[in-house]
């Protein structure tokens, strides 16, 4: 939107312009520097943020993603604008140099930034005169002395990180479309949110539900009421957190991640 308001912005400046250039000459040349401004906005998407090209940037950000696809943590910093800024908690340390930010490459390189950035593309980023962000603020970049690099990280705290869930946003969300499926009573929807095989526990006793198909054959007896109803009042910011996997209710519904899978793997009748 801010984009489309400084476009709407230098249009309405160079309209106004050209009119009042009409009026006292009768002729229908725009300005040199308006026409260049306009045409640069136009052409080049990045332009806000100081960048010269489109191209400029689209050839940096290939080989920034690239860089981080491959664990390059070497050739990432060569793309790095110093001081880095890095921001987590409400507080910021600097990165001085490529030594530094190797050397906590993991740290400031994590899997919520990684994926952000990855999937990040070029030709929908937010831009302003502040930058260019990537993701939600994960990353910003910038030019620097006349070099593109990131200026600004922003690493979101991940409260589920005892749980091993490393990706929080992952994991509100998966939470939530359980909340929904279970609300909505979407048998097979939930029965692809378990890790298989299921520990279903009752009066000291466990049974293991090992397929989908049995899940969804099963469900009434597993998803009953009181489970259903823990689940749904569950708030994603309340959930007990440990080494054994994220608690719903009183116990519940434990959730885990598996691989790169977030899923139920216990319920407790």
Known sequence: MKKIALILGLSVAVTAFSGQVMGNTHSNTLPTAAAAAAAAVSNNPYYVAGIDSSEE??????KLQQAVKDGDSKS?????????RVNKSGKS????????FVQKYNRIITTEVKEKLLAQKADNVFVNWKGIMVGDGELWIGKIDNKLGVIAVNLI???YAAAGITNPTAFNHFLSKLQKDVAAGNKAE??????YPLRVNHNGKSL???????????????MTA??????LAQKADKVTVSWKGVMVGGGE?????????????????
């Open 57 to 62: 940037f689209t050839t940096y950000f290939s």
């Open 76 to 84: 990432v910093a060569d793309l790095i604008s110093y001081p880095l």
């Open 93 to 100: 340390f600097m990165i001085h140099s490529k030594e530094q």
């Open 157 to 159: 705290d991940n409260p």
């Open 190 to 195: 939930v029965a692809d949110s378990i890790a």
């Open 208 to 222: 293991e539900i090992k397929t989908k198909k049995q899940f969804i054959a099963n469900y009434d007896s597993i």
């Open 226 to 231: 009181a489970v259903k109803k823990k689940l």
């Open 253 to 269: 519904l434990w959730i885990g991640q598996f691989g790169e899978r977030i899923g139920v793997f216990a319920v407790n009748r």
